[in-house]
């Protein structure tokens, strides 16, 4: 039986460079010896793909996508072009009979993503969205942390994804008809990494706050409020002044908190006991840190191939309802912004 996958990369931008860092990382580390393979990479300009290939030890480049669908020794693809083309994307080569890895928001609306999973099922292949948060070691030990009631009781989660990035309209940040805007970008991961912490209870109420530009959402401030009585805050931002700790998470319990560096891709966070009944005093109980192998993507990468290898079409941990909730609430925020992409309205 074969024990590796051929995985090719459409569209070798800004994130399929981590990717593909991660590809060679895993050629090796698989476990059971079952391995990846870099094979193909395709962009719509052919010297780009060229000097990627080469860059990252892909066998083939190619200079459409076509091509790339077209070839019968492609397993799998991770799709790493803009929101906006991921639905068309991910049908295309579904459609050509190959697995899918699709980076974040796998759809920029709920109907986009129902098309996704149906045509999944219908060709009975793989698919899942890229949310590499859902395999980060340290944050499944955060979540472990609470679970094991560390904290007490888990009450609140604060967090922040707020970048600076100078205003241009070609930037996809700042680009309507590119699916633009902080939240489906940046604060998708403040949703992704509350879900978590709080098991996946469903989200039953929500407010915020926006501020738009141009028709996309360049700073939000969120409210989500759990099933189960835990509360989030959030802002997600791309053109925020720098902070130093616009990046971080602060998780609350009743006996303590635990501090995230880079919640989204953290390698670091710290559990802080209450000292005594009252007031704020703490002791540092603990560091929670699990170091990646490679630089974070090579744990969804290795999960993926699992999955492909075992004959899945869904992933029992970052499934389908997952993806489905995480797109159902950024919906939600988004009709309340009256904030629609082109496409839409
Ligand atoms: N998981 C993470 O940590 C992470 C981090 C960053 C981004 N992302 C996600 O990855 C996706 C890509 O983000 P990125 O920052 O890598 O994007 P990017 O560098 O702007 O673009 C990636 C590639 O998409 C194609 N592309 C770019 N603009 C296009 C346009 N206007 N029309 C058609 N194709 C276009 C190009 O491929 P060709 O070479 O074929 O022209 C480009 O190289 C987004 O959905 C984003 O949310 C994930």
């Given at each position: ?305 699992e999955c492909i290898l075992q004959g899945k079409t869904e992933s029992p941990v970052h499934t389908w309802q997952k ?23």
């Amino acid at each position: 039986m074969k024990d590796y996958i051929n995985w090719a990369i459409l569209a070798p931008g800004t994130i399929a460079n981590s990717m593909a860092a991660a590809m060679n990382g895993a050629k090796k580390k698989l476990p059971q010896g079952k391995h990846v393979r870099t094979y193909a990479v395709a962009s719509r300009n052919l010297e780009r793909a060229q000097q990627f290939a080469a860059q990252y030890h892909f066998e083939k480049a190619y200079g459409s996508y076509e091509e790339l669908l077209n070839d019968p020794e492609v397993d799998a693809v991770y799709i790493a072009n803009p929101h906006a083309f991921h639905h068309d994307s991910v049908i295309q080569v579904l459609n050509a009979g190959k697995h899918v890895l699709c980076e974040k928001p796998a759809g920029c609306s709920i109907g986009q993503l129902e098309d996704m999973i149906s045509m999944a099922q219908q060709k009975k292949l793989f698919f899942m969205e890229a949310m590499w948060t859902a395999f980060n070691p340290t944050v499944l030990e955060i979540c472990k942390t609470i679970q094991e009631g560390k904290i007490g009781q888990l009450k609140h989660i604060d967090s922040r994804f707020c970048n600076r990035i100078p205003y241009d309209p070609k930037n996809r940040l700042y680009a309507p008809e590119l699916a633009g805007g902080a939240l489906l970008d940046l604060g998708i991961y403040n949703i992704y990494f509350s879900m978590m912490l709080t098991d996946f209870s469903p989200i039953s109420s929500f407010s915020s706050n926006v501020r738009l530009l141009k028709g996309v959402d360049v700073w939000n401030s969120v409210n989500l409020t759990f099933e189960n009585g835990v509360t989030s805050a959030f802002q997600s931002a791309a053109d925020m002044p720098a902070g130093s700790d616009t990046h971080d998470a602060i998780i609350f319990g009743t006996d303590g908190f635990i501090t995230v560096k880079n919640f989204f891709m953290t390698q670091y966070a710290e559990l802080h006991i209450y000292k005594g009944e009252s007031g704020n005093a703490n002791r540092k109980a603990a560091t929670i840190a699990v170091p990646f192998k490679t630089n974070g993507y090579e744990y969804e990468l290795a999960h993926a191939t699992e999955c492909i290898l075992q004959g899945k079409t869904e992933s029992p941990v970052h499934t389908w309802q997952k993806s489905r909730n995480l797109c159902k609430i950024m919906d939600s925020l988004r009709e309340s912004w009256n904030m629609k992409y082109p496409w839409e309205s």
